[in-house]
């Protein structure tokens, strides 16, 4: 499994972006994928993902619930978290990750892509 994020760049508070994560060498539709960011100088936290294959049923951190919105579109092998009204303590690296449907961790992950929020 690769896992390919993009669509990071230098914002303003209040705006919205949208990543990107495009999944390949593996079923993607058996995978359920999640978005996790990490701040400079602390530790990697997650952001949101799919509770499962099966349903479009999502969870997100109380940071950004309201503001971010994760979907997947199975015909591109891709996933995205659409992020509103962003702030400065949004800054960070975003990572896609990908789990296969009733695993425990996150075992794929992509390289990150970098996402500045200024104030």
């Known amino acids: 499994v690769q896992l390919q994020a993009s669509g990071g760049g230098l914002v303003r508070t209040g705006d919205s972006l949208t990543l990107s994560c495009t999944f390949s060498?593996?079923?993607?539709?058996?995978?359920?994928m999640a978005w996790f960011r990490q701040a400079p100088g602390k530790e990697r936290e997650f952001v949101a993902q799919?509770?499962?294959?099966?349903?479009?049923?999502?969870v997100y951190d109380e940071s950004v619930k309201g503001r971010f919105t994760i979907s997947r579109d199975d015909a591109k092998n891709t996933v995205y978290p659409q992020m509103s009204s962003l702030k400065p303590e949004d800054t960070a690296v975003y990572y896609c990750?990908?789990?296969?449907?009733?695993?425990?961790?996150?075992?794929?992950w992509g390289q990150g892509t970098l996402v500045t929020v200024s104030s």
């Open positions: 990750a990908a789990r296969m449907n009733g695993a425990i961790s996150f075992d794929y």
């Open positions: 060498r593996g079923t993607f539709t058996r995978y359920v």
């Open positions: 799919f509770v499962n294959r099966f349903s479009g049923t999502t």
